[in-house]
């Protein structure tokens, strides 16, 4: 330690460390083991919440600690006195106006043949530190809690859909039973009734099953198995199962693909679901009578499919919608298609998942054009 | 005539199949789990078996695994009851033996029948 010559450098010393103690907002004390005396500096008494005038004694000091913190620190004193190690600890204390803070406290020993004669220390407040770290804490518990939630729900979700669907399921084949002629010949006004009850289950039936596809998808567990896929055979198979519903409603369907074949590397079953479903729409929200029309063309990277319809058309402010979760569209023909408002949400996922794209054009009452893109490899 | 064994733990859904394929002039018999359907196997020996996946006790895949399809009934023709979130099960199944899969709920009676007759190898009825 350099030797301090005079009065004055002394002063001068205590001046720079009462002005580095107040600029860290740290008080020091000093406590004389042999006679009890303690003082403290102006910057500790207002770390506890005193006045710069009040006498301070070691059992004050003590009163003022936490209650629960109490033993803590005397352990943590009572160690530093006796191995004379510099201890760091952070305890509460108890103001006058009994308001409780956080304190980090720092002390060290010295010694005097063998025995502890002085201790030193300081203390600065930590409450903001505290708090910051309670509001991490309880931010983290937070998450932690929606997570459960939210998989909870996903559980909820897809619970709640197989037991719903086993009644359902067993509705379709009594129902199928009766309007196929398992129980005889039915009156025609009979059939009809029974048929509206049929088409209002298999609704229910569908939704069921999007609701068990969403909540599959959202929990992580949709596997892409990619293989090479002819996507002009596929989208084939997609009309040729649907032929019934384009007659139905007398709507015509144009294919249009450049080469013979257009070959990407999908997963054959979820794209084939995919297009099903943009197809289903197209057909859904396209009046009686119009045109679909279906492009598959191959580019250097991507494949696309285009289903352009001559249907109601999607208003600009809705087509950011249109991929939301449960977010259906009102227009002249949604309450006629019903369904769930998880069938885009679905496809996009997929899509997505394929590292494809998915977009829309479209104009009110002229039509929409749903564009699928798909890598290649 | 065919013999059909049908694998489906709910009761309505199990009677509602033997119903339409005894319509349908098959000879059907149920089980209500897979252990149920083990029993049967060997005495029935059925051309096909309508299995479902999801069942308690024995399910889908430890039936076909424990029957050892390939081994045991060589010439029986499995078609396989789905649903959407057994993604991973449904390979196996197939591995398995199953030749067939179809979404549970997926089908009405006639349509049932007809994937029935086309698994048989069958003319489907028109």
Redesign the interface.
Do not use: D, F
């Given at each position: 330690m350099p030797e301090l010559t005079s009065t004055a450098e002394v002063k001068k010393g205590q001046e720079r460390l009462a002005l580095a103690l107040q600029a860290s907002r740290m008080g020091m004390w000093e406590w004389d083991v042999v006679t009890g005396r303690l003082i403290w500096s102006d910057e500790l008494k207002q770390i506890f919440g005193l006045k710069p005038n009040e006498i301070i004694t070691y059992q004050k000091y003590q009163d003022m600690i936490y209650p629960d913190d109490r033993d803590a620190m005397q352990a943590v004193v009572d160690q530093a006195m006796v191995k004379g190690t510099q201890y760091q600890v952070e305890h509460r204390i108890v103001w006058p106006d009994g308001s409780v803070h956080w304190l980090m406290g720092q002390g060290k020993a010295y010694f005097e043949h063998g025995k502890p004669v002085r201790m030193l220390g300081t203390s600065m407040n930590i409450d903001e530190r505290k708090a910051a770290e309670a509001r991490t804490e309880a931010l983290a518990q937070e998450r932690t809690e929606l997570v459960a939630l939210n998989s909870a729900k996903d559980e909820f979700i897809?619970l709640a859909s197989?037991q719903l669907?086993?009644?359902?399921?067993?509705v379709?084949?009594?129902l199928?039973?009766l309007?196929?002629g398992?129980a005889g010949d039915l009156p025609r006004e009979q059939h009809m009734l029974l048929k509206l009850a049929y088409d209002s289950n298999e609704r229910q039936?569908t939704i069921v099953?999007d609701l068990?596809?969403v909540?599959?998808v959202d929990a992580g567990?949709?596997?892409i198995k990619k293989e090479k896929t002819d996507l002009v055979k596929l989208v084939n198979g997609v009309v040729h199962d649907q032929a019934a519903v384009f007659e139905a409603r007398n709507q015509h369907i144009v294919l249009n693909h450049k080469p013979m074949d257009v070959y990407a590397d999908v997963d054959s079953d979820k794209i084939r679901m995919v297009l099903e479903n943009i197809i289903d729409n197209a057909s859904k929200y396209t009046p009686v009578g119009r045109q679909i029309t279906i492009t598959i063309s191959a580019h250097k990277h991507t494949v696309t499919v285009k289903v352009e319809d001559q249907g109601v058309g999607i208003a600009k402010k809705d087509i950011a919608k249109l991929f939301q979760k449960f977010s259906r569209i009102n227009n002249e023909l949604s309450a006629e298609v019903g369904g769930s408002g998880l069938g885009l949400y679905w496809t996009k996922k997929i899509v997505d998942l394929h590292g494809g794209n998915i977009s829309v054009e479209s104009r009110v009452h002229k039509g929409s054009t749903f564009i699928v893109e798909l890598p290649r490899e | 005539m065919k013999k059909i064994l049908v694998v489906e733990d709910?009761q309505?859904?199990r009677e509602?199949?033997i119903?339409?394929l005894t319509?349908e002039g098959f000879q059907v018999t149920g089980a209500e789990n897979g252990a149920v359907a083990l029993d049967k196997m060997h005495q029935i020996k059925p051309d096909l078996i309508l299995l479902d996946i999801?069942m308690p006790k024995v399910d889908g895949l430890e039936f076909l695994q424990r029957a050892n399809m390939a081994k045991n009934f060589p010439k029986t023709k499995v078609i396989a009851f789905s649903?959407?979130?057994s993604?991973?099960k449904l390979e196996q199944i197939l591995e398995l033996g199953a030749h067939r899969q179809i979404?549970?709920?997926s089908l009405?009676?006639?349509q049932l029948v007809q994937e029935v007759r086309l698994v048989l190898g069958m003319d489907a009825e028109t």
């Open positions: 897809s197989h669907r086993t009644p359902a399921t067993a379709k084949q009594y199928g039973m309007l196929e398992y039936i099953n068990l596809k909540a599959h567990q949709v596997i | 709910e309505l859904l509602a199949y119903s339409i319509k999801l649903n959407l979130s993604q991973v979404l549970k709920a009405s009676p006639k």
